[in-house]
Nanobody
């Protein structure tokens, strides 16, 4: 199991960009699939993006495809979420998740979760 900590959230105007980071501890980070989720006020947590450790293949929610990019740097034990063309509807707490099963990450039942970082997009 890895321990993950998110950072990089903040307040941004619509159309702007932010890059979230998720730093992981543990020597086996490179063998973990990683994902990002978000939860807006009054809504359930939803999948945003995931990246496989095997080939760095990526998955995206339809609502963010083409605007968000997930990437990972195994040397730095960090996964990123570059968010461009942000919309007020992207306002949420963003969470990082890690698991050795990609399906488990995508389903939202990963073993490891961070505390979240707030992203607020003003109109």
């Amino acid at each position: 199991q890895v321990h993950v900590v998110e950072s990089g959230g903040g307040l941004v105007q619509a159309g702007g960009s932010l890059r979230l980071s998720c730093a992981a501890s543990g020597r086996t980070f490179s063998r973990y699939h990683m994902g990002w989720f978000r939860q807006a006020p009054g809504k359930e947590r939803e999948f945003v993006a995931a990246i496989s450790w095997r080939d760095a293949s990526t998955l995206y929610a339809e609502s963010v495809r083409g605007r968000f990019t997930i990437s990972r740097d195994n040397a730095k034990n960090t996964v990123y979420l570059q968010m461009n063309r942000l919309e007020p509807e992207d306002t949420a707490v963003y969470y990082c998740a890690a698991d050795d099963s990609l399906a488990t990450v995508v389903s939202g039942t990963a073993d490891s979760w961070g505390q979240g970082t707030q992203v607020t997009v003003s109109s």
